[in-house]
């Protein structure tokens, strides 16, 4: 597709399961980055890959969260043990390399997540 | 990363321009203004993006003061679709720094 694709749009799962969220960025775009929004509140930034380099981590919220990204293209985020906190909408965005240089960041649709 | 600072919520009438302000006295020399806005449910959509010259889209203008210190989105002739949270940001684009940092935004409200 020609924008940013994620998966599953909508998922409820039960507080202590383990949840994968995908992304695939646009075609050729070699910066992912994965932000979250609970309701009503603003974006949070969580993790940046960009190509061979080392992720920028800083954002996670706690170590039950992890992100990976194979082969510099689809980027998976996953959330072990939920948690009711975790409920949100996680966004993902990527750019055609990192943010300089006026690069645009697009970012897709989210995948909303509740835990009951 | 320089901070911006903006309204919380503004109003505008339909087919009226709607003009948002944005604060960002502490921007430095290598860093981008950007717009976003995020309508109810969606993904942050890219409206625009300036260094120091005022710049204009199919989308908005931007005009950036002549310090940078400040600057307004235009939307010329605003619709319903435009009610949406607009947010202002400011980016390096030199360097390592990689994050996009959200504030508040401001909150458009377009009406009949």
């Known amino acids: 597709g020609a924008g940013v694709s994620q998966s599953p749009s909508n998922k409820v799962t039960e507080k202590g399961k383990d949840v994968e969220l995908r992304c695939d960025p646009i075609s050729g775009h070699t910066a992912l980055y994965w932000y979250r929004q609970s309701l009503g509140q603003g974006l949070e930034f969580l993790i940046y890959?960009?190509?061979?380099?080392?992720?920028?981590k800083s954002g996670l919220p706690s170590d039950r969260f992890s992100a990976e990204r194979t082969g510099g293209s689809v980027s998976t985020l996953t959330i072990q043990r939920t948690q009711q906190e975790d409920s949100a909408v996680y966004l993902c965005a990527s750019s055609l390399r990192q943010a300089s240089s006026g690069n645009t960041i697009y970012f897709g649709e989210g995948s909303w997540l509740t835990v009951v | 990363d320089a901070k911006t600072t903006q309204p919380t919520s503004m109003d505008c009438a339909e087919g009226r321009a709607a003009n948002l302000p944005c604060n960002h006295s502490t921007i430095s020399g290598n860093e981008y203004v950007y717009w976003y806005r995020q309508i109810h449910s969606q993904g942050p959509q890219y409206i625009i993006h300036g260094l120091k010259n005022n710049e204009t889209n199919e989308m908005a203008s931007l005009i950036i003061t002549e310090d940078r210190k400040s600057s307004t989105l235009i939307l010329p002739h605003a619709t319903l679709r435009d009610t949406a949270v607009y947010y202002c940001i400011v980016r390096p684009f030199t360097g390592t720094a990689s994050k996009l940092t959200f504030g508040t935004g401001t909150r458009l409200q377009v009406t009949l």
């Open positions: 890959f960009q190509g061979n380099s080392a992720p920028d």
